[in-house]
């Protein structure tokens, strides 16, 4: 916005424009890309990608790990108490 105040102020013109940036980019990550428009040969797979339904079982896993843990810990802590 600066240079184009300044460009305006030196060329007397109203058409002088700048472009600013206002915000993060946005990235499309392609997951697969075919052919056709929605199907046909795949020309491209993207081997890295993790669908979200398995970033949340594997959350949930370790949830489930974690209360496994904890109640493994109860019962030896009961059959200590008993001794």
């Known amino acids: 916005a600066k240079e184009a105040h300044a460009e305006k102020k030196a060329t007397g013109s109203d058409l ?46 370790n949830k489930g790990r974690d209360y496994e843990e904890r109640k493994e810990a109860q019962e030896m802590k009961k059959k200590r108490d008993r001794e």
């Open 16 to 61: 002088a424009t700048s472009l600013c940036e206002i915000g993060p980019r946005f990235v499309l990550d392609p997951i697969r890309i075919f052919r056709g428009s929605f199907g046909g040969q795949t020309l491209y797979v993207n081997s890295n990608f993790v669908p979200p339904t398995a970033q949340r079982a594997l959350v949930n896993r």
